[in-house]
């Protein structure tokens, strides 16, 4: 049946795409007048205006460069070319809007100039990937140049001969079409993000020259059977509520090449209904990427990301604008354009600006979300509880997912943490300086996957300095986590579980957090990390931390004098320990501050453990890494259980030198019932009793258990306190 459709669609696009009345790829003439008419009464829409024409009017007269490709990412030829189809596509805006042929022609000595040189480039010098690009280091900034000169193409091809048409079409886009379709052809045909800017890159090269063949191949994949090309990449790189696998970084990249080709295809034959697609999926792409950001709009840096990068990026200014002239207004989008303060010149961006002129101070709503992974929704997941609201916001990031294809890390069953717009329990991301060519020209550094990637960087457990898989790529995609259970329906007490039995041969883990608003303002994270195993292993359970020591309950020796590595391979080789302490005692404590509040984790040692202070910088004679804290348990056991609380408390004024409830709340943590079926834990704070229960095995909702003490429940869990169920 999907083959079928697929087939429908190829005929019906063919036979409509072979005659258009240009511009047509991004914007048409009736969105340019209606853009035109509207400039003078939304203040964002004439803003965004005049920095196009700040921008372009005073190169008019210039000679743009386009040289020879010889520098990798961060150097002269990389940003000049990355530069010249931005300032094409804004010049073609700014020629449709205004109706002046300088700009007009501006796009075209540019293009002319690349006409001349791309049918004798060959792989760029600095390449090193398997898939390098011709203009760039890497086929995918390539890809970049395609989509944006395709569609600057279209906006100003009406201004050509037939003649100039000739001489761009053959010379600056057919070699470049015929290497990633052809001699890239395996990677064209990937289900990958880079795969996705390619795609849309063919695809508006072939609707701004009228070619079907670059079309179908973009739409079809090269073979033009639907199983590759773009449409298979909107049915197998997100889960069905809008969860792309490597992260919500990712998202925010490869949206950016869905929505301009989407656009591009609606335009043209608004009969495939594109962005209804598998359930209006880039609408929920959208959403998903969206609430997967922290406060101030910076997204969750999951597997290889920036941590700089937010939702302020072309990216995602782009797609709004388009996907609000499609799906109509949002509220969480308007909030979104409101921080983004400019849109893009279209239709879409106007209508945004009218909607910010009528409607300012909009609020983002980020609410409690569960993201499933996988093409079917049935390859883990990631969850995000969440407690309070604007600044007072608490986001508590649990991820049991799929590795995440070539960016994914070894971190399965990880947690991080934010609170009060601040990341708290932190995970490094990735060790890359985009666009500084001093730093391994601008590309991922060797630390990224010897350090970054790595379990021990993460807030999960290792067992035997070992990170999962091994730390191989290939065979952490064979496996995802599982969900075991989760319930969000009482903001006071949000819980998660995952399971994981794939990550080390012979180890079982199962993981359950909890985000609890204890009575009286205070609120806790409960996690209950337990393994399972045959056999005695060395567990570490690391906490990378944001924030400044302030006290910790046991005494520890330090090595200022003589620092020596955590261990020798698998990251530990980039972990300084700074400080250790054996700890016997039923609790350790440790607090820290990170800008005005205090955060303690409490942590269960039933029988003893060791404790590590670290920070990341060793081996590193480059300062690649930054250097970040970690507190880490170590215990040797068969089938340990961690229990660890972390407490969001107090308030510090460094203005007027005081602080307030500085200390913990919490008194002991006590495992009260611990056998092959289920758990309790009991926890002292402020004076009344916080217990939890959880089963092992039996996870189902309706199953009825007792524990020894006599507690009841219905359900895989229970948590009470001060006597009361919550």
Same mark, same amino acid.
């Given at each position: 049946?999907?083959?079928?459709?697929?087939?429908?669609?190829?005929?019906?696009?063919?036979?409509?795409?072979?005659?258009?009345?240009?511009?047509?790829?991004?914007?048409?003439?009736?969105?340019? %007048?209606?853009?035109?008419? !509207?400039?003078?009464?939304?203040?964002?829409?004439?803003?965004?205006?005049?920095?196009?024409?700040?921008?372009?009017?005073?190169?008019?007269?210039?000679?743009?460069?386009?040289?020879?490709?010889?520098?990798?990412?961060?150097?002269?030829?990389?940003?000049?070319?990355?530069?010249?189809?931005?300032?094409?596509?804004?010049?073609?805006?700014?020629?449709?809007?205004? =109706?002046?042929?300088?700009?007009?022609?501006?796009?075209?000595?540019?293009?002319?100039?690349?006409?001349?040189?791309?049918?004798?480039?060959? !792989?760029?010098?600095?390449?090193?990937?398997?898939?390098?690009?011709?203009?760039?280091?890497? %086929?995918?900034?390539?890809?970049?140049?395609?989509?944006?000169?395709?569609?600057?193409?279209?906006?100003?091809?009406?201004?050509?001969?037939?003649?100039?048409?000739?001489?761009?079409?053959?010379?600056?886009?057919?070699?470049?079409?015929?290497?990633?379709?052809?001699?890239?052809?395996?990677?064209?045909?990937?289900?990958?993000?880079?795969?996705?800017?390619?795609?849309?890159?063919?695809?508006?090269?072939?609707?701004?020259?009228?070619?079907?063949?670059?079309?179908?191949?973009?739409?079809?994949?090269?073979?033009?059977?639907?199983?590759?090309?773009?449409?298979?990449?909107?049915?197998?790189?997100?889960?069905?509520? @809008?969860?792309?696998?490597?992260?919500?970084?990712?998202?925010?990249?490869?949206?950016?090449?869905?929505?301009?080709?989407?656009?591009?295809?609606?335009?043209?034959?608004?009969?495939?209904?594109?962005?209804?697609?598998?359930?209006?999926?880039?609408?929920?792409?959208?959403?998903?990427?969206?609430?997967?950001?922290?406060?101030?709009?910076?997204?969750?840096?999951?597997?290889?990301?920036?941590?700089?990068?937010?939702?302020?990026?072309?990216?995602?200014?782009?797609?709004?604008?388009?996907?609000?002239?499609?799906?109509?207004? !949002?509220?969480?989008?308007?909030?979104?354009?409101?921080?983004?303060?400019?849109?893009?010149?279209?239709?879409?961006?106007?209508?945004?600006?009218?909607?910010?002129?009528?409607?300012?101070?909009?609020?983002?709503?980020?609410?409690?979300?569960?993201?499933?992974?996988?093409?079917?929704?049935?390859?883990?997941?990631?969850?995000?509880?969440?407690?309070?609201?604007?600044?007072?916001?608490?986001?508590?990031?649990?991820?049991?997912?799929?590795?995440?294809?070539?960016?994914?890390?070894?971190?399965?069953?990880?947690?991080?943490?934010?609170?009060?717009?601040?990341?708290?329990?932190?995970?490094?991301?990735?060790?890359?300086?985009?666009?500084?060519?001093?730093?391994?020209?601008?590309?991922?550094?060797?630390? !990224?996957?010897?350090?970054?990637?790595?379990?021990?960087?993460?807030?999960?457990?290792?067992?035997?300095?070992?990170?999962?898989?091994?730390?191989?790529?290939?065979? =952490?995609?064979?496996?995802?986590?599982?969900?075991?259970?989760?319930?969000?329906?009482?903001?006071?007490?949000?819980?998660?579980?995952?399971?994981?039995?794939?990550?080390?041969?012979?180890?079982?883990?199962?993981?359950?957090?909890?985000?609890?608003?204890?009575?009286?303002?205070?609120?806790?994270?409960?996690?209950?990390?337990?393994?399972?195993?045959?056999?005695?292993?060395?567990?570490?359970?690391?906490?990378?931390?944001? =924030?400044?020591?302030?006290?910790?309950?046991?005494?520890?020796?330090?090595?200022?004098?003589?620092?020596?590595?955590?261990?020798?391979?698998?990251?530990?080789?980039?972990?300084?320990?700074?400080?250790?302490?054996?700890?016997?005692?039923?609790?350790?404590?440790?607090?820290?501050?990170?800008?005005?509040?205090?955060?303690?984790?409490?942590?269960?040692?039933?029988?003893?453990?060791?404790?590590?202070?670290?920070?990341?910088?060793?081996?590193?004679?480059?300062?690649?890494?930054?250097?970040?804290?970690?507190?880490?348990?170590?215990?040797?056991?068969?089938?340990?259980?961690?229990?660890?609380?972390?407490?969001?408390? @107090?308030?510090?004024?460094?203005?007027?030198?005081?602080?307030?409830?500085?200390?913990?709340?919490?008194?002991?943590?006590?495992?009260?019932?611990?056998?092959?079926?289920?758990?309790?834990?009991?926890?002292?704070?402020?004076?009344?009793?916080?217990?939890?229960?959880?089963?092992?095995?039996?996870?189902?909702?309706?199953?009825?258990?007792?524990?020894?003490?006599?507690?009841?429940?219905?359900?895989?869990?229970?948590?009470?306190?001060?006597?009361?169920?919550?």
């Amino acid at each position: 049946m999907i083959r079928l459709l697929y087939i429908f669609c190829f005929v019906l696009f063919s036979l409509f795409c072979t005659a258009q009345q240009h511009p047509v790829a991004f914007i048409t003439k009736a969105d340019a %007048a209606f853009v035109k008419a !509207n400039l003078e009464k939304y203040p964002v829409l004439q803003k965004s205006f005049r920095e196009l024409k700040n921008q372009i009017d005073p190169l008019l007269t210039q000679d743009i460069d386009v040289p020879f490709p010889k520098d990798p990412a961060g150097g002269y030829t990389h940003d000049r070319h990355k530069a010249n189809y931005m300032l094409m596509f804004n010049a073609g805006l700014l020629y449709n809007v205004t =109706g002046d042929a300088k700009y007009a022609l501006f796009v075209k000595n540019i293009l002319k100039k690349y006409a001349a040189m791309n049918p004798g480039l060959k !792989n760029h010098p600095e390449a090193t990937s398997s898939s390098p690009g011709r203009i760039f280091w890497q %086929a995918l900034n390539d890809a970049n140049w395609m989509l944006y000169s395709g569609l600057a193409y279209d906006m100003v091809r009406n201004s050509f001969t037939t003649a100039e048409r000739k001489q761009i079409e053959d010379g600056a886009f057919k070699p470049e079409v015929d290497y990633v379709t052809r001699d890239l052809k395996d990677w064209f045909n990937l289900l990958h993000n880079h795969a996705v800017w390619a795609c849309a890159g063919v695809g508006a090269i072939g609707i701004a020259t009228d070619n079907k063949d670059y079309i179908d191949m973009a739409l079809y994949g090269t073979t033009k059977d639907g199983k590759k090309g773009f449409l298979a990449q909107m049915d197998n790189l997100f889960s069905p509520d @809008g969860y792309y696998t490597e992260g919500p970084y990712y998202t925010r990249y490869a949206i950016l090449p869905y929505a301009l080709l989407a656009n591009a295809v609606n335009n043209t034959n608004p009969g495939i209904k594109i962005f209804e697609h598998r359930d209006r999926i880039l609408f929920k792409a959208l959403n998903t990427c969206l609430q997967q950001t922290n406060i101030n709009g910076q997204f969750f840096p999951l597997n290889d990301a920036l941590k700089e990068k937010d939702y302020t990026s072309n990216e995602l200014v782009t797609a709004v604008d388009i996907f609000w002239k499609v799906y109509g207004p !949002n509220n969480n989008w308007l909030a979104v354009a409101e921080k983004q303060d400019r849109v893009i010149v279209s239709r879409g961006g106007a209508e945004v600006a009218a909607a910010l002129a009528a409607k300012p101070g909009a609020k983002m709503n980020y609410k409690t979300l569960e993201s499933t992974d996988g093409v079917k929704g049935d390859e883990g997941g990631v969850s995000i509880l969440r407690a309070g609201s604007g600044k007072d916001l608490t986001s508590l990031i649990f991820k049991y997912t799929s590795h995440g294809l070539s960016h994914g890390h070894f971190d399965k069953l990880n947690i991080n943490l934010f609170d009060h717009g601040n990341e708290i329990l932190t995970d490094y991301g990735s060790v890359r300086f985009i666009g500084v060519e001093q730093k391994y020209g601008g590309r991922y550094l060797p630390e !990224n996957t010897k350090y970054a990637a790595q379990t021990i960087a993460h807030n999960t457990l290792v067992a035997d300095e070992t990170s999962h898989f091994n730390g191989i790529g290939e065979e =952490g995609e064979k496996y995802h986590s599982d969900k075991l259970y989760n319930n969000f329906s009482n903001p006071d007490a949000l819980v998660i579980a995952a399971k994981d039995e794939h990550a080390y041969s012979n180890i079982a883990m199962q993981r359950q957090v909890a985000l609890i608003n204890i009575p009286g303002g205070k609120r806790l994270v409960v996690d209950i990390f337990e393994a399972n195993s045959q056999s005695a292993h060395q567990y570490d359970l690391p906490f990378q931390y944001n =924030g400044q020591l302030i006290s910790t309950s046991f005494p520890y020796r330090t090595f200022a004098t003589s620092l020596q590595t955590l261990g020798s391979k698998n990251g530990y080789q980039f972990l300084w320990k700074e400080a250790e302490a054996d700890v016997k005692a039923p609790m350790v404590q440790f607090t820290f501050l990170n800008q005005a509040k205090f955060y303690t984790l409490s942590s269960l040692v039933p029988d003893s453990a060791k404790i590590f202070l670290t920070r990341s910088g060793a081996n590193d004679p480059n300062f690649n890494l930054r250097r970040e804290p970690a507190f880490i348990i170590r215990r040797k056991d068969t089938s340990p259980v961690f229990v660890n609380v972390l407490e969001i408390h @107090g308030d510090y004024d460094s203005v007027n030198e005081f602080s307030k409830d500085a200390y913990s709340s919490i008194s002991s943590i006590a495992m009260i019932e611990n056998n092959a079926d289920q758990l309790l834990v009991e926890i002292i704070t402020g004076g009344k009793k916080l217990q939890l229960a959880k089963m092992k095995k039996d996870f189902s909702t309706t199953s009825n258990h007792t524990t020894a003490g006599g507690l009841t429940w219905k359900g895989p869990y229970a948590i009470w306190y001060d006597g009361k169920k919550m």
